[in-house]
């Protein structure tokens, strides 16, 4: 009884707890697929050292160094293998072989792609180029449609706008109170021309049938223009109000024209209406000359463009003739080609192309711009 009372005590008393503090340990059995051949501790410290990883003094420094050499190995036997397979290296090695028994393996970056290496002839580059280089300096098409369209309106519209000038009141009165206008060998007054020659004119530009002129009586109560010089003037009524329609359908396209070109083009706007004011200038100095050495040639030609024959020549006692005398057409077109020929002068003036409206800086003042620099001694 004595003799047992001891061992159960013993047995009774509460058991110390293991060490399980594994710190000490050199080697770990779970990890020993993952040194090399060369020892078994080697592997583990050169993927230590590469990595710069703590040492294993304790268990999260263990766990660490071990993390980092099983990445350094993944990588190199899973991505790296196709690099690493070409090497000379990897050549004699093969999955089969017992881990371990391979020599010391060598981590290698994978080689870059070799498409990217692959160039392309040299007539293959050079079309390149040239197709880069047409690319970058050819200008879009419709910028320069618009530019010469406006140009070519440009000078029809000045035209018309002269002709509008002539065909009102207030060039008639300029001409009837001028000093050395012929005056009416038949007995019209300048106040009679003035309100005869006003209803001629108000008929070019009014929405008013022939009766408008036909039913004008004189004093003496006779008709105040004849068939034929109604019929005349209504065939010129439908030139002028076509006329005046076209001018401003080309107006409204010019308009178009320059909001386009202020957006797209940079200066088309300027090159554009210098252009047209050239085109002008050559137009009417032409026109002019050919006036100038024949000008009952050149009215004849004009009126057989838009009249037939002998629907536009009357006598001279006639209302038409009395009113609007041969010194009339002679002032008019004088009128119309100084007013286009004083626009497209200053067109010209205000559109050409300077140093500063072609966006060309000066070298005297860049030079100006640069700080100046005094060396010191």
């Known amino acids: 009884m004595n003799d047992e009372t001891p061992a159960r005590a013993k047995s009774d008393a509460p058991q110390p707890e293991p060490l399980l503090d594994s710190s000490g340990d050199s080697d770990e059995p779970a990890f020993s697929w993952l040194a090399p051949a060369g020892g078994k501790n080697s592997g583990r410290e050169e993927a ?67 498409a990217l290496h692959v160039r392309p002839p040299e007539e293959e580059v050079e079309r390149r180029n040239a197709q880069r280089e047409s690319a970058a300096n050819a200008k879009p098409v419709a910028p320069r449609v618009m530019q010469v369209l406006l140009a070519i309106i440009s000078p029809v519209i000045l035209l018309i706008l002269a002709v509008r000038a002539v065909t009102s009141p207030l060039f008639l009165w300029v001409e009837y109170n001028r000093p050395g ?83 797209r083009s940079t200066g088309g706007i300027r090159r554009a209406l210098f252009a047209g004011s050239i085109i002008t200038l050559v137009l009417i100095l032409g026109l002019g000359t050919l006036a100038a050495l024949g000008w009952q040639q050149f009215f004849t030609e004009f009126h057989r463009i838009f009249f037939a024959d002998g629907s536009w020549t009357f006598s001279l006692d006639d209302t038409l003739i009395r009113l609007f005398p041969s010194q009339f057409w002679i002032d008019a077109g004088i009128g119309i080609g100084g007013m286009v020929l004083l626009a497209s002068i200053i067109t010209l003036v205000l559109t050409w192309p300077a140093r500063r409206r072609r966006g060309i800086v000066r070298e005297e003042t860049s030079a100006a711009a640069e700080p100046a620099t005094v060396d010191q001694p």
């Open 48 to 114: 230590v050292e590469e990595t710069k990883a703590p040492q294993p003094d304790s268990r999260a420094g263990r766990r660490a160094a071990e993390t980092a050499v099983g990445s350094s190995s993944a990588g190199s036997s899973g991505a790296g293998t196709p690099a690493a397979a070409s090497t000379p290296e990897a050549a004699g090695t093969s999955a089969d072989e017992p881990r371990g028994s391979a020599g010391p393996q060598v981590f290698k970056e994978p080689l870059p792609t070799s």
């Open 181 to 263: 206008f012929p005056g009416d060998g038949y007995g019209f007054s300048s106040d009679d021309r003035m309100t005869y020659g006003s209803y001629a004119v108000d008929y070019l530009s009014n929405w008013a049938g022939p009766r408008y002129l036909g039913d004008l009586v004189q004093r003496g109560g006779e008709k105040l223009f004849k068939d034929g010089e109604v019929s005349h003037m209504a065939d010129v009524k439908v030139v002028i109000l076509s006329t005046f329609g076209a001018g401003t359908a080309l107006l409204i396209l010019a308009l178009i024209a320059i909001l386009y070109l202020r957006k």
